[in-house]
């Protein structure tokens, strides 16, 4: 339930092309491939056994944790949420990344398709 109702939430801002993930029971649950199947999203799921495919969510949960949750603490779950939320709009907006030539996944999202590829 809790997966299904984060992808709902997520939804309400943009329904991506593709949807990436491990091969977790969360994920091969039937109502999670039915809400993305409705959804018109396509399913991507790494091989088992290769945590390496998922590399980039991989290193972002280490980002957010290492630069976010283990400096902080948070007094209830209302303020760990606000701390997440804060943490992600900087890390899309804010932060430079070395994969982008140190520009922000928010300007390289901006930027014309054309643009991206070269």
């Known amino acids: 339930g809790f997966v299904i109702n ?3 939430r997520a939804l309400c801002h943009g329904k991506p092309a593709i949807i990436n993930s491990d091969q977790g029971s ?16 396509q399913v991507s ?8 495919d998922n590399s980039r969510t ?5 980002a ?9 603490e948070f007094e209830n ?7 997440i939320r804060r943490y992600v709009t900087f890390y899309n907006t804010d932060r430079p990344h ?12 901006k930027q014309p398709k054309m643009a991206q590829a070269s």
């Open 26 to 41: 969360h994920f091969t649950n039937a109502d999670y491939l039915g809400l993305l199947k409705e959804y018109g999203i």
């Open 64 to 72: 957010l944790k290492y630069e976010c949750i283990y400096l902080n």
């Open 58 to 62: 991989e290193r972002f949960f280490r």
């Open 98 to 109: 070395q994969s982008l030539d140190y520009l922000t996944p928010a300007t390289v999202y």
């Open 6 to 8: 984060c992808l709902k």
């Open 45 to 52: 799921m790494d091989g088992k056994g290769r945590a390496t």
């Open 77 to 83: 779950p209302k303020e760990l949420r606000k701390g």
